[in-house]
Nanobody, 130 residues
Framework: QVQLVESGGGLVQPGGSLRLSCAAS????????IGWFRQVPGKEREGISC????????YYTDSVKGRFTISIDNAKNTVYLQMASLKPEDTAVYYC???????????????????????WGQGTRVTVSS
């Protein structure tokens, strides 16, 4: 059974850090594009980062550049999102997603589009508040 399971969410103060994990089972993340999205009520799911496991290229939306870092541990079949300097506006449910279409030009064009991904996790909630 193909699964993505996120973990690591929680309550953190502004300026704090969290590391989210996305563990894949039932398939390997080899040659996949793996993205992180977030969603707040009433808004569309927002693509915030992606890594291509074909070539290691990473992508970030402007609002998280310099604060968030995406990485992958192929031995653990897990993708991480290290989040630092968190702000109240980072509060959301965070989702990971994966797709086997990891060719460079395709990922560059599609990584932030939530409808493009084949597999999705159930989400983990992050709350940034004092």
């Amino acid at each position: 059974q193909v699964q993505l399971v996120e973990s690591g969410g929680g309550l953190v103060q502004p300026g704090g850090s969290l590391r989210l994990s996305c563990a894949a089972s039932g398939f390997t993340l080899d040659y996949h594009a793996i993205g992180w999205f977030r969603q707040v009520p009433g808004k569309e799911r927002e693509g915030i980062s992606c890594i291509s496991n074909r070539n290691g290229i990473t992508y970030y939306t402007d609002s998280v550049k310099g604060r968030f870092t995406i990485s992958i541990d192929n031995a653990k079949n897990t993708v991480y999102l290290q989040m630092a300097s968190l702000k109240p506006e980072d509060t959301a449910v965070y989702y990971c997603a994966a797709d086997p279409r990891s060719q460079g030009t395709t990922v560059q064009a599609m990584w932030a589009k939530w409808g493009w991904y084949r597999y999705w996790g159930q989400g983990t909630r992050v709350t940034v508040s004092s």
